[in-house]
């Protein structure tokens, strides 16, 4: 496994794990799920070098977290874990964004025991509240640094102007947005906002919720109850123009004789080396195949390839729903 560093000298594998798809019977399922499958996909991880893995106390809720914890349970040394947090809770019910330092203590506390770590290596806010200043949020959670809580902080789906405006507060390790071949709207000026302040950049859904690996060219392929039912990239009406980018990428896999996963996530890669994808993953035979994508160097002639399909901004439909799209590039 190679490895690259985020912001403030963070050094993690090139890939890392988004753990989100392992929850078994949660609020956000991609398929179907099995705990015992999921642990041993992160214990082969672990074996083949990876060492970044992300959770939130959003997913499950708290379950993904628990999760994760015992299947690292006396494999913790050397391995970054990344959780997050936004909400306030009704007990297993979310009651609204709260990025007050009190929530960002709770939920510090909460990841921790349920993680079973004595520290946080990276914990972001995972959506900016539009009512509580990004400075106050930013320096709740620098206090949690302080106390040794936390090692590094990251911020997700923030604009700009918020990364700057938080790095002024506290050094900033990472921003995790979504960011893929089909969704480049962090080019330019949120990317930049990144590179200023020495920020890492942290991409999820970087397979576009496993749309770009080629594998689902009909929503009949989809489990009900799966959440990309309601993607409106997986409509009807848009996935069959979103399948001309599938196979502007499988073209380019053949002709290196790869994954279309591995072409996508090399895409990533090939952006910066502050950029660090974080494919979802909950079997290991997905597990294996990303991670052989920092071995993949695609061309020029590859790269133009895929901007020829896929440019900023073209691709049919937005990435969330109306309500999801109001919580990112706050």
Known sequence: MKYRRLGQ?????????????????????????????????????IDLGITFFDTAEMYGPFRNEELVGAAIKGRREGLVIATKFAMRWDGNRPAGIDGS????????EGSLKRLGI??????????VDPNVPIEETVGGMAELVREGKVRFLGLSEAAAATVRRAAKVHPIAALQSEYSIWERDVEGDVLAACRENGIGFVPYSPLGRGFL????????????????RNDPRYSPENMPKNLAIVDAIAAVAARHGVSNAQVALAWLLAQG???????GVKRSETLRDSAGA????????????????????GTAGPRYAAAGMATVKL
Request: aromatic share 4%; proline share 7%; hydrophobic share 40%.
């Open 294 to 313: 920092p071995d993949v160097t695609l061309t020029a002639e590859d790269l133009a390839a895929i901007e020829a399909v896929a440019p900023n901004g």
């Open 118 to 127: 004595d520290t946080i290596d990276l914990f972001y806010q995972h959506r």
């Open 101 to 108: 330092p009190e929530n960002a203590r709770r939920a510090c």
């Open 9 to 45: 000298g963070l050094e993690v594998s090139a890939i890392g794990i988004g753990c989100m798809p392992m929850i078994r019977e949660g609020n956000i399922n991609y398929g179907t799920a099995d705990d015992a499958v999921s642990t041993r996909t992160i214990h082969e991880a």
């Open 213 to 228: 690996a080629g594998g689902i060219r009909s929503l009949d392929e989809l489990p009900a109850g799966d959440w990309r």
């Open 273 to 279: 080396d502050d950029i660090v994808p974080i494919p």
